[in-house]
């Protein structure tokens, strides 16, 4: 079964720091996603992304986020500036666009800033 | 946004069928409604989805009535691997507009030996 591949599984960084999560969503999906989940809290919808640009954002998702589709099957999240409150997993997922058709996550990368 | 009100946490045996029930209340006619099982530090797995009366597939049933304020997911005969947070999402997610579908506290499930 096709999945979402996500790496690093675990980052470290420091404050202040540049960090780049990376996603292989499935190959025949149109439509991706970031979402991010902080320790011991609910899984929160950062950004969403279709045709090459933000579909959707959330209030989360301000200047410091930035998402890409550098290739034809990489899509990234950046964050310019970490702070410490942006530890948390995050989770990429992709799906068809069509007809309700549900998402597919990835295992997500552990971002530790310290 | 289509809310939607789980139970916090169940317990329950090995090979005992389990039904969580969520309720939506507010649920749009677009809205679809979808169940994940999350694993500690794995992401949201899916599992079904439904938009009225019943669906099965090789893991679990989805049943939602006529009014479809509210839906449940039945998991037939559980073992311990079951042991997971499941989430009931509701919310039209075509065209990309997934921002409406948000994640709850869901409901933790505990199978015991």
């Known amino acids: 079964e096709p999945e979402v591949t996500q790496t690093p599984s675990h980052q470290v960084t420091q404050m202040g720091q540049e960090v780049i999560l990376r996603c292989v969503p499935i190959?025949?999906?149109?439509?991706f996603y970031w979402y991010r989940q902080i320790l011991g809290q609910k899984v929160e919808f950062l950004v969403s992304f279709y045709n090459n640009e933000i579909s959707e954002k959330s209030e989360i998702f301000d200047d410091q986020f930035s998402v890409e589709r550098p290739d034809g099957s990489n899509f990234t999240l950046k964050i310019r500036s970490t702070k410490l409150e942006d530890s948390a997993m995050y989770f990429c997922?992709?799906?068809?666009?069509?007809?309700?058709?549900?998402?597919?996550f990835g295992n997500g990368t552990r971002l530790t800033v310290t | 946004l289509a809310k939607t009100t789980q139970p916090i946490s169940m317990d329950s045996y090995e090979g005992q069928e389990v039904n969580i029930t969520c309720s939506h209340n507010?649920?749009?006619?677009?809205?679809?409604i979808t169940w994940y099982q999350q694993f500690p530090s794995q992401g949201p797995r899916f599992i079904i989805q439904?938009?009225?009366t019943k669906v099965t597939n090789e893991v679990a049933s989805l049943f939602i009535p006529a009014d479809r304020k509210s839906s449940t997911l039945s998991l037939p005969r559980v073992s311990l691997s079951d042991t997971a947070v499941y989430y009931c999402l509701v919310g039209d997610i075509s065209s990309g507009s997934a921002r409406q579908l948000t994640f709850g506290s869901g409901t933790q499930l505990t199978v015991l030996p």
């Open positions: 507010n649920i749009a006619t677009n809205d679809y």
């Open positions: 997922a992709s799906n068809t666009g069509s007809d309700n058709s549900p998402l597919h």
């Open positions: 190959s025949n999906h149109l439509y």
């Open positions: 439904g938009y009225k």
